[in-house]
């Protein structure tokens, strides 16, 4: 059995995503392996456990998603690359903040790869160029696992971050990495990202697939 299975799922909505992500918690047990998602969404707001009405601004056709991850609100779209962490912490051996530490550095660590400075701040997760947010943070530990994680803007339209404050900051400036590195593709964020992923958490065996889980059931059953 696998170590870790890393699901490359493409452009899902978000509410079945995220219902997954739940089941998967609350049913796996200590052999389960664990997984890292990779996909996109369709247009959305999510509000987390702690966002406030007042940071939406201008409601629209955009849906909006109360959702159970920290945080306030923010906005997911095609062309943001999002990586959902479905991790066991005590078999891992590491706590919550070890695992935002880690999906910030891999982010800067990959930009530094392609050119481009990004630092994190201690008083506001997540990752930034120039002051402007390019990639977001949330999580949620349930048993003592980790599931949501980080969304990072690639090449996607922005125009919906004016209409909420994102992540709970007023004025708070959204940028993406097509701003500073034309050329570079979701596909290749999304393996190097996984790569340090698996590297740095030091899994051994890696299975690969593009399915959910309860996609097979479906079709088994």
């Given amino acids: 059995m696998a170590d870790l299975i890393v699901r490359s799922l493409g452009l899902q909505s978000y509410l079945p995503i995220w219902q997954e992500m739940q089941t998967f918690t609350d049913t796996r047990d200590a052999q389960t392996p664990d997984e890292i998602w990779v996909l996109e969404h369709h247009p959305v707001f999510t509000q987390g456990q702690a966002g406030k009405p007042e940071h939406l601004l201008n409601p629209s056709n955009i849906p909006v998603i109360q959702t159970d991850r920290g945080g306030q609100v923010t906005y997911h779209g095609p062309g943001q690359l999002v990586v959902y962490l479905l991790l066991d912490l ?6 919550v903040r070890d695992v935002v530490t880690l999906m910030e550095t891999a982010v800067i660590d990959q930009f530094a790869r392609i050119g481009i400075n990004a630092k994190a701040k201690e008083d506001a997760p997540g990752v930034y160029v120039k002051g402007e947010k390019v990639a977001s943070l949330g999580l949620r530990v349930r048993r003592g696992c980790t599931f949501h994680g980080l969304a990072l803007n690639v090449d996607m339209d922005l125009m919906p971050f004016q209409q909420i404050n994102p992540c709970g900051y007023a004025g708070l400036q959204m940028t993406q990495v097509a701003h500073f590195a034309p050329n570079v593709k979701i596909a290749e964020l999304s393996d190097s ?27 088994r059953s």
Avoid at 90 to 95: D, H, Q, S, Y
Avoid at 196 to 217: K, P, R
């Fill in 193 to 219: 990202l996984v790569n340090y992923f698996t590297t740095h958490l030091g899994y051994q065996t890696i299975e690969h697939c593009q399915t959910l889980l309860s996609d097979v059931t479906q079709l």
């Fill in 90 to 95: 005590r078999r891992l051996k590491i706590g």
